[in-house]
């Protein structure tokens, strides 16, 4: 994010929620502001997700993509 006030955040919180290919979104505390899940079906569906939507967004200054390359474990559950 370029800048922090509060309606800035607001407004990218609303544009966010917007967008059907986020599955999840993540307010960070540290060198990034918000990590973001997406989901599309090809390299080219990131691609356009990237020019005709996220870069929409005004107010985000630098982004960095990560890419799956295999699952290894997925879990929500966790012995006590």
């Given at each position: 994010m370029r800048f922090h006030n509060e309606g800035?955040?607001?407004k990218f919180d609303r544009q966010i929620k917007a967008l059907?290919?986020?599955?999840?979104?993540?307010?960070?505390?540290?060198?990034?502001?918000?990590?973001?899940?997406?989901?599309?079906?090809?390299?080219?569906?990131?691609?356009?997700?990237?020019?005709?939507?996220?870069?929409?967004i005004e107010n985000i200054g630098v982004l960095e993509s990560y890419f799956v390359l295999k699952e290894i474990v997925q879990t929500t559950e966790y012995d006590i």
């Open positions: 800035f955040i607001d059907k290919e986020v599955q999840e979104c993540y307010h960070m505390a540290g060198k990034v502001d918000f990590f973001l899940k997406i989901n599309l079906e090809s390299l080219d569906a990131y691609h356009e997700f990237i020019r005709l939507k996220l870069s929409k």
